[in-house]
Structure formats: C-alpha cells, structure tokens
C-alpha cells in the first residue's frame, strides 16, 4: 500500500514539473510535430487495418447469431454502429494504442535515463519533464481523437465489405440498419473519452520510462508495466466516463 501510494505521489510530482511553460516554444511546436507523426501519423495504418476487420468480424458474428424471423433485417447495422460508436473505436481502440504507442513512449525515455541521456540536460538546466513529456501528451491528446474517427469509418467500412463480398446480407438493410435512430452525443462521448485515455496512456508510460532505474532490463519492464497499468486505468475510467456521459 504505501509503495503504491509513493508511485501516486512521484507521478503527480512528475506531472507538476511537466505542465510547466515551455522555455523555448519555437523548441516545443518543433518537438510537438515530431511527435504527432511518430505516436499518431504512424499508428493510422494499423488502427485502419483492426478497425477494417473487426467491423466485418462484428457484422458476421451479429448476424449469425441473432437470425431471427422475429428480427427485423436492418438490426445487424444498427448494433454494429453502436458497437463501434460506444466501445470499440474509442475504449479497445485505446487500449491497442496503449501497448503500441505506450511502450514506445516507455522504452524511449528509459532508454535516455539510463544512458544519462536525462541527466545531461538536467545539467544544462533543462527541465527534462517539460522538454521530453508534455510535447508526447500533447501530441496524443490531439491525434488519438482523430484516430478514432478514422477507426469507426473503417469499421463501418468493414461491414459493407462483408456485405460486398461475403453476401450475408444486403447493403441496403445494412445501411438502414448503420442511419436508424442515429445519436450524434454517441459519436461526440467516444472523442471525449478518448481524450481522457490519450492522457493516461502519454502520461502514465512517460512516468514509468522517465523514473527507469537500473540498465536495460529494467526498461524492459518499465515498458511493460506502463502497458499493464495503462490498460487498467483505461479500463477504470471507461467505466466512470460512460456513467457520466451517458448515465
């Protein structure tokens, strides 16, 4: 217990330091744009690619288990939009992104501890926090939203491919299915909750890499436990989010 609460406090701590004014800001937009295209740029073909199958998967698996005569047609789109709309792009997506994105951000900054990487511009008097995390949390906040959007267009995608291709069933019940009853705060409850879990992923792996202590096994489990403990807190505010959004 009081190891935990000593983790809590040294990451609040390390946040303190973090959220402080960039010194140089032409430095930090540079930095800020690097990240964008090495945590968000670079994540877009793998969140299209899950987002593709797993809409066709769903749609599959929705249709053959809830066949009904009692059932209307258009019911195996209407689940697969909320589905996708409520969990999928916005909860799981995150949590694929946290074992992609979160050990790379944990393996990076332990990497520069232990070469003393940190520690040079610790010397220099560079707030190192400042200068290596906040560019990454803020970079993640803006790019996670978007990867989102662009997972729920390919799984909508998806099950208009199993619709093409795998003639389960009609594009047009389907797309009846994808517009009946459509809710606009379902779309806008995913971006909020997503930014929250951007957040958490940056921040949290941040914290475990930039606290490494030891050579390089211990980076190697600083950047599993950023995954571990990520995935967990995600897992937590989805489900106090989704009370408050949509209780």
């Known amino acids: 217990m009081f190891k935990a609460l000593r983790t809590v406090g040294r990451y609040f701590m390390l946040m303190g330091r973090t959220f402080s004014r960039p010194e140089r800001m032409r430095m930090f937009f540079r930095q800020y ?14 969140v299209l690619l899950i987002s593709l199958f797993i809409g066709a998967v769903i749609t599959i698996q929705i249709k053959l288990n809830i066949e009904s005569p009692w059932m209307p047609r258009w019911t195996v789109g209407y689940v697969t939009r909320e589905i996708l709309l409520l969990e999928f792009s ?12 979160g050990s790379n951000i944990a393996s990076e900054l332990g990497t520069m501890r ?3 990487q940190i ?4 010397i220099m008097g560079v ?59 379902y779309i806008w409850c995913g971006i909020i909750k997503s930014l929250f879990f951007a957040f958490i992923i940056a921040s949290v792996s941040a914290f475990f890499g930039y606290t490494v202590e030891g050579g390089s096994i211990e980076v ?14 995600i897992l ?6 989704t009370q408050l959004l949509m209780g």
Do not use: H, R
């Open 90 to 101: 916005s909860s799981i997506m995150c949590l694929i992104l946290a074992g992609k994105v």
């Open 114 to 116: 232990v070469t003393q």
């Open 236 to 241: 937590f505010a989805d489900l106090v989010l």
């Open 127 to 185: 707030n190192s926090a400042s200068y290596l995390i906040l560019p990454k949390i803020v970079a993640m906040v803006t790019m996670i939203p978007i990867l989102v959007i662009f997972s729920i267009f390919a799984g909508i995608i998806g099950a208009y491919c199993t619709c093409w291709f795998g003639g389960i069933m009609t594009a047009t019940d389907l797309e009846y299915g994808l517009q009946y009853w459509f809710v606009e705060w």
């Open 220 to 233: 190697g489990k600083a950047s599993t436990d950023s995954v571990v403990t990520s995935s967990v807190l």
């Open 119 to 122: 520690d040079a511009l610790e």
């Open 33 to 46: 744009l690097n990240e964008m295209s090495k945590l968000g740029v670079d994540s877009i073909g793998i």
